[in-house]
């Protein structure tokens, strides 16, 4: 019986302890939100997606390397 309220003291503690933590870490400066990031449409299939993953060539956003150059063997 004083095993089982030894194991309960213990979890009440542990669970005490990561709660106070999780709320001292919650208090701390949050990470500053990303700025919103304009999208483009892939011009070969179509796709939307941010700029920033995107690949311009000759004016044109492309969603991947190959279908830029799907897009150039096609067009000549």
């Avoid at 449409?41 to 799907?70: D, F, M, W």
Wanted: hydrophobic letters at 40%; proline letters at 5%; glycine letters at 4%.
């Amino acid at each position: 019986m004083k095993f089982l309220l030894l194991v309960a003291l213990f979890l009440a503690v542990f669970w005490l302890l990561r709660k106070a933590r999780a709320a001292r870490s919650a208090e701390r400066s949050p990470r500053p939100a990303r700025a919103p990031e304009r999208m483009v449409k892939c011009a070969y299939c179509g796709v939307n997606q941010p700029v920033s993953e995107s690949i311009l060539t000759h004016g044109r956003y492309y969603c991947c390397s190959a279908h830029r150059l799907e897009a150039e063997s096609r067009d000549g």
